[in-house]
Structure formats: structure tokens, C-alpha cells
RNA sequence: GCCGACGUAGCUCAAUGGUAGAGCAGGGGCCUUUUAAGCCCUUGGUUGUAGGUUCGAGUCCUUCCGUCGGUACCA
């Protein structure tokens, strides 16, 4: 795997790190002691004396004196070490430096001919030997050269990725300070996060193919979570009235620009309150995460969104209308069929209504939402955990989903917490998963015990974190808003 | 899953079916205000893998591995 050249250059590393042990210095020590992060080093230190640290990034050697840049969490500085100014000794050491050690630097601020703030050395500390090459990136004028374009191996190695494309590490100080908007905007309302099972023995509260494991003291199978609504629900049953869940979940399906294998989901339950409630306060949370953000407009994708507007909020029949200009009666499936047929959609006569109505809204609707736009009433076949309309209409439910620029970013629903209507539903799902329908979920007894129990009326909302996270820092590719993508292992 | 593209030195890239090359990095020199530092010299390759066609394969064909893009699935 390793050829020749890397080897000579990892051998040459090791020479010059026996060569420091040597000279008696420890070349992994156990601290240093920093006065300034690099971008701190500004006009205003000029003359001072600092001690700065960093990630070796170029060397530019000049016999008895050098210039060099070093990389820290927030930025480069500039050093120049020189023979006269450090002395024999500590400039010898020096030599053994290379790009991609780490060095502490003890020294005084000043400024070149070429105007450049730089650090001169008085004293150079090694504080981490590095053992194997880091490409060179070179820049000039912002324009990079050399710089790594394999994206396997920004994804194998994403801490290579980081420290040459620094600007990587943006994307998840914006994901954390999301997620820490969302936590505050939560716990300020109230709500209780909890942790619920990762190992559940049957899954449920989504249409996923699960991952199988294997417990072998209790010698029983396992699924990982798809999600954790049946969990959040029991919780409410059992008395909290706002409970929220930041978790892990997993999904046994394709990879693609915005699918992982595992992905952050945000589920959280409110009792007492409906789908309504449920879209004034995802509405509310998402302008409360855009503030905090400092993000008025969205550019995302080559489309520009507001996210100060009020979100739109609008039924499935009446979306259908207005993106195909056919006014159709959603629960007559002849009608829906003629309009599929129409629209050249893929659809057989042997698909459910459900299925047919899903086919015009993913390519002839959802495409077109750009502004947020909550689309409402979804198909009851389809959704087996929210309550059918309370009109009476009961072929749709008080369902929502939030579109924005095409993409799903929530769904949320008024809780179905009639027993019976519950069991009819799971029992439905049960019956498609016996006919091979591999995304339906099994029956959950111990669920189905808990809202027997009684569960208040509820609304719930489950929120994908990864695809927020590629809103706010505009990619369509969900590996740039997981810092560790799933990968197939190398043979 | 399907379709397509790609895989050459540590990195970025060359090479009509005809001797595998360059820049940077690495090594040896010179060089005390450079910044893609510069100048001289220099090491480094089973061209992802295994086969095949051919006098001759980085190049053409097939297998496998991996990645990317699209598509399907993922309401």
C-alpha cells in the first residue's frame, strides 16, 4: 500500500525524530503555554512579546534564517526564525521542523519590508513530531494550488480534509450553533430532552428498512431506530407533557446526496395541542434559528428563500391545482389515475390512491416549493400515526410536511391517540409488510398497551438535522453536513 | 439496485496502442525580510486489482475493488 516515496519520506521523518530525541528534547512534550491565537497577532502587538502555536503549514528556508506559517484552529500567522535571534543550538532544531509539525513559538511581533505581521523567533518549540507528509497546499492570491480534489479521500480522511480546506470546519461550527439555537429555543418552552433506546426489539414510527443486531446475553435480535416516536409517545402517556429527542437514527436504505445511512433527527411531542400549534412553532423555531444564525435570505442551491415571510400553508389538493392545473377529487381514484396518466407520471392501475397522489406531488409539486411551504392533509394510508381530519374526512389527517426549496425538512402531525383506530393502522401496515412491502412496519404491542393506558390529544414533529444544517450552509450534498459520512470499507 | 464517468509518484496533473513525464513535497548544496521564495543537483512508479487481445497496453476488452455523477428506493 505504502510505495517507496512515501516510505523514504516517512523514513527521512523518523531519522529527524531520533535526531531531536537526541539532541535531548522531548518532541511530544505536555504543554505550551500560548499568548495569542494566530489571528490575534495584529498591528496592535507589534513590538510585544507573544507566544503562539500551530500546525507547521509552509516553510520557506533561507540557510540561517526562515520564514514559515503556521496553522491554528481560527487562522495562519507568519514566523520568521532566524540563527542569530534564536541561537546555534535551538535554530539546529529548528532544521528538523517539517510541514505538518506542530511548533510553539516564543517572540516578538513585527512587521517585514513587504508589510507582513509576523512573528520573529526567539525561541522554537517543538510540539509534535509529524511522521507523515500532509499534502502541500500552496496558495497565492486566495487561489489554491495543489490542493486536494479526491473527495474519498476528504471523506476517508476528514481530518486532512480540515487542515487544508480549514474552511471545511465552518460547516460544523454552523451545525453546532444550530443545534445549540434549537436546544435553547426548546428548553425555553419548556421542553424535557430525553434519551430513549437506540437497541429497540421492534421498530417503528417511520416506513424505513431497519439494521439487525444481535444481543448476545439476552440471545435476541435487535433493530437499530429508525426513529423515536414510539418511545416520545409512551413518555407523554406517562405524564410529560413536552418532551424533545435529538438522536441518531438509522435507516437500512440507498446512499445518496441527501441520504446517509445515519442522520441526525429531531423528534419532540407537545400534549394538548394539535398540527396547527405545530406549524406556528416549527414556523417560530426555524426564525428563531435564522437569527441566531445571523441569515436573513437564503441563497441555496441558485434559489434565493425567505425566511422571514410567513410560511404558506397549503392543502394537497390544493397544491395539485395550482402546480398542474387539475382540480381533482383526491379520495376518487379514477380521477387521480386520468390525471397521472395526463401529467406522464409512472403509475399503475394497480396502485394504491396513496401511492398515485404521492407521484404527482413528488414530481409536480414539491419540486416548485421553494419558500417554505407547509403542505397539509396527507393520505391516511400513508400515514398510520396521525388522526384523520376532524371535519370527518377520514381518507386524509391533520398531517403536515415543510418544504422548503424542494427538499422535506419536517413532518409532524396531530398524534392518533385513539387505541383501536391505532391498532386498525398498525394491523394495515402489518398485512403490507406480510405482502413484502419491506419499508412497513410491524406491530408494537407494548405501544399499542401504552396508548390504551391513554395518551392526551398531541401534536409531534420530527425535524432532520443534516438536511437544516445543508440549508443553512448552502450544499446539496449531505457528506458536507456530517462530518464523518458513511463509506464502504477498503478491501 | 441500474446507467455513465473516473482511478498514473505523498499532492496536483501530462503522456496518437510504440522508452511512463512535469511542478510541488522529499533528499543534498547555496542563500539572514521570504511568501506558489529563488538557483544548482537528486530520490521516488507492479499506471486501483486480476485476466485477455496485440510484436508491443497507462491507453483496447472483461472481472473485481473504490469513488464520483445521475437514477431508483428512501411517503
Redesign the pocket.
Known sequence: M????????IA??HE?LDKIRQLGVNPYPYEFNITHSTLEITKDCIDQNVSVAGRVM??????????A?IQDEKGRV?L?I????VGEDNYNLFKLV??GDFIGIDGIV???????I?V?AEKVTILSKNLR?????????GEK?????????R??KRYLDMI?NPETKDNYITRFKMINSIREFLNKNGYIEVETPVLQPVYGG????PFKTFHNALDQEFFLRIATELYLKQLIVGGFEKVYEMSKDF?N???????NPEFTMLEFYQAYSDYNFMMDFVEEMLKKIAEDLDVKKISWDGNDIDLTKKFARKTMDELIKEHTGHSIDLTDIKAVFDVCKKLDL?VKKTDSL?KMI??I???KVEPNLINPTYVMN??V??????KVNRDGDTDFTE?F?LFIAGM?FA?GFSELNDPIDQRKRFEDQSAKKNSG???AFPVDENFLEAIEIGMPPTAGVGIGIDRLVMLFIDT??I?DAIIF?T?????
Open positions: 505504502e510505495n517507496k516515496s512515501l516510505k523514504q519520506i527521512n521523518r529527524k509552509s516553510l520557506r528556508r533561507m540557510g540561517k534564517a526562515a520564514f506559517n507568519q520568521y532566524a540563527r542569530d535571534d517539517d510541514i513585527f512587521i517585514t519590508k513587504t508589510e507582513a509576523t520573529k507528509p500532509i499534502p502541500d497546499v500552496k496558495e497565492k492570491d494550488y495543489n490542493s486536494v480534489s479526491d473527495k474519498e479521500l471523506y476517508r487544508i417511520a416506513n424505513a428498512k435507516r436504505e440507498g446512499i445518496d446526496r441527501s441520504h409512472k396513496a404521492d407521484e406531488m413528488r414530481r396527507h393520505p394510508e400513508i400515514s398510520p400515526l396521525a398531517r410536511e422535506e413532518n412491502d419491506e419499508e446539496r450534498w457528506r459520512p463509506l464502504k470499507s477498503l478491501k
